[in-house]
């Protein structure tokens, strides 16, 4: 069974700073990468959606890589700002393609004024 | 706007009584699930369903139902909730069955019984 798994699980640093976001998966097989924002008491918006023979994907400050061999995605935040602060996750689809979006628990970051 | 939109955003609710969270997306989705995000479980699916009158169980499918009568609704059903369904509820929706696709989601619903 596919097991997404998001490193760290909480960050705090300094605005202006780049930093990146970490997220890993046990099964390759996977039909696409995504990842999202969550902020409190809101939903999930979508940030950026790798398609598995793609090796990265950028939107603005975001870019975000997939090793799909290795099983690893990362999300690199380019001169990280204040609204920024948010709950970042990580999902994969894999199975036969009907199965939905697997989870990881999510990287919690703060970005400090 | 492109939205999936869920109602309602709150409810509180005693255990037992019938209730009926509802999911409406205006992009002609084939793809639509319900998910459950729980504190250090992250989220789970529920239910999908792939097009009109095809649903299917997801990771934790006891103790909820759904249907898919209008390709733009996805209805979730909790006959006899109980406090363990406590938690907040995602719908989402995307073109097709997952296949290289992105996913939308709605606010959120926070359920609460007692």
């Known amino acids: 069974k596919q097991e997404v798994t998001q490193i760290p699980a909480a960050l705090s640093v300094p605005e202006g700073e780049n930093l990146v976001l970490n997220c890993s998966f046990t099964?390759?097989?996977?039909?696409?990468l995504q990842w999202f924002r969550q902020d409190p008491g809101k939903g999930l918006t979508s940030l950026l959606l790798?398609?598995?023979?793609?090796r990265e994907q950028t939107s603005g400050r975001l870019n975000a890589s997939l090793d799909k061999s290795s099983g690893r995605s990362t999300l690199y935040i380019a001169a990280s700002q204040p609204g920024d602060s948010a709950t970042y996750l990580c999902?994969?689809?894999?199975?036969?393609?009907?199965?939905?979006?697997?989870f990881g628990k999510g990287t919690h970051l703060i970005i400090q004024p | 706007e492109a939205q999936v939109t869920q109602n309602p955003r709150y409810l509180i609710t005693v255990t037992g009584k019938k209730l009926t969270v509802t999911c409406s997306q205006n992009?002609?989705?084939?793809?639509m699930s319900w998910y459950r995000q729980d504190p250090g479980l992250g989220l789970r699916q529920i239910y999908y369903?792939?097009?009109?009158?095809?649903?299917d169980k997801g990771d934790v499918p006891e103790g909820y139902k759904v249907s898919r009568k209008e390709k733009r609704n996805f209805p979730l059903i909790l006959e006899s909730p109980s406090p363990n369904q406590t938690s907040l509820y995602f719908c989402a929706s995307s073109l097709s069955g997952g296949l290289a696709t992105e996913a939308f989601f709605g606010q959120g619903t926070r359920l609460t019984v007692v």
């Open positions: 369903s792939m097009n009109v009158e095809v649903t």
């Open positions: 992009m002609n989705h084939e793809y």
């Open positions: 099964d390759s097989a996977i039909y696409n």
């Open positions: 790798i398609q598995s023979s793609q």
């Open positions: 999902a994969v689809v894999s199975g036969g393609g009907a199965d939905g979006l697997t």
